[in-house]
């Protein structure tokens, strides 16, 4: 190798190792402006929606956290619904059909 290829050679390299290192910098502020877009330093947050059920909390959290408890069992009936709803369909009409005539004949 002659020192013209050496040198094309180092040079090449050198290039491709700036360009890894200048794509690296670019990524590192992508991500530090996303960071930034993410928590916004100096804005405030409107609670005056909220202020309304902090002031029933305030009142009385028995009853608040009695209306939260009731929210929990209507899990239970979205359940139920979805089963209904499932058993309405095409492949499961059939098993229904089964099972029902089993229950009429016991």
Known sequence: M???EVIGRICTVALLVSYLIY???RRA???VASRQQAYPVGLVIDVAP???RVEEVRRSYTAVAHVRARSISGHE????????KLSLLSFFRHQHAQTEAEHRVA
């Open 77 to 84: 009936g979205r359940v139920a619904d979805a089963r209904q």
């Open 2 to 4: 002659s020192e013209t």
């Open 50 to 52: 909220l202020r309304p």
């Open 23 to 25: 794509m690296q910098w």
């Open 29 to 31: 502020l992508k991500r």
